[in-house]
């Protein structure tokens, strides 16, 4: 049998990335909504469903005709036990869906190649638990996700924004991070928002040029997460089981 991923997109520049060589190398396979471009949502008659970054503001529906709906499916999703990965945008809707909150974030932006710091409950993560201390991420949003929904886990937090990666029940992450992005999807970042990053103060070349040398160590580290989701989704093994936490 065949096992999908339903996959959201809310732009052009911030499509699967390396999401689409990855997950169908380890089983899983891709349907990609774009509602952007006018396409319906479909139903989540799928194993996995995936919603990734895009410019729109979680926080408000107006932004964008398509969030409530998209946040329906997240909802579903996780009531329903289907697996969920949701990266930038998408882990800030997966927030507001549960009752977290998401805000401007009041310390700006954060671009570019960062670091994280795992906190002590990846450990016990079934996804992220042999994550490096500080792994490198790429980081592009100007929101930030201010409170985690009710009963969340608490899995990775940077010094500017600290809900960085979270788990909600035992199948659901949001990642407020990109871990999927080859260069020239950076490169796009960088020159459609130039305008918004040196009003803030910063360089968006100087940006790029510290991000891009980072990209194949964020993969090296990243795309055995991803595998292991791919694993949930799939019925496979993905290597360690869900330990309770004391």
Do not use: N
Not at 11 to 38: F, N
Not at 78 to 89: E, F
Not at 94 to 107: D, F, M, T
Not at 216 to 238: H, I, K, M, N, S
């Amino acid at each position: 049998m065949t096992v999908r991923a339903l996959v959201v997109t809310h732009a052009a520049s911030e499509g699967p990335g390396l999401l689409a060589e990855w997950l169908p190398a380890a089983g899983l396979d891709l349907d990609i909504a774009r509602p952007y471009a006018g396409q319906p949502l479909p139903a989540l008659d799928h194993q996995a469903l995936i919603v990734l970054g895009g410019p729109q503001q979680a926080y408000d529906d107006r932004s964008a005709p398509w969030l409530g709906a998209t946040k329906d499916l997240l909802r579903a999703a996780v009531r329903d036990g289907v697996p969920v990965l949701a990266v930038c945008l998408g882990a800030q809707l997966l927030a507001e869906a549960l009752g977290g909150v998401v805000e401007p974030g009041e310390q700006g932006p954060e671009l570019g190649a960062r670091l994280v710091a795992r906190r002590d409950a990846a450990t016990e993560d079934p996804l992220c638990w042999d994550l490096p201390l500080s792994p490198v991420v790429v980081q592009w949003h100007w929101d930030a996700i201010t409170e985690l929904p009710p009963g969340a886990v608490l899995l990775a937090s940077s010094p500017r924004y600290p809900h960085q990666a979270f788990r909600v029940g035992d199948r659901a992450w949001g990642l407020q991070f990109h871990v999927e992005a080859p260069p020239e999807m950076v490169r796009t970042w960088a020159a459609e928002t130039a305008d918004l990053v040196r009003d803030a103060g910063l360089d968006p070349e100087a940006i790029l040029a510290r991000t891009l040398p980072q990209l194949d160590e964020v993969g090296e580290v990243w795309r055995t997460v991803v595998e292991r989701f791919a694993a949930l989704a799939t019925g496979a093994d993905p290597g360690r089981r869900l330990l309770p936490l004391a």
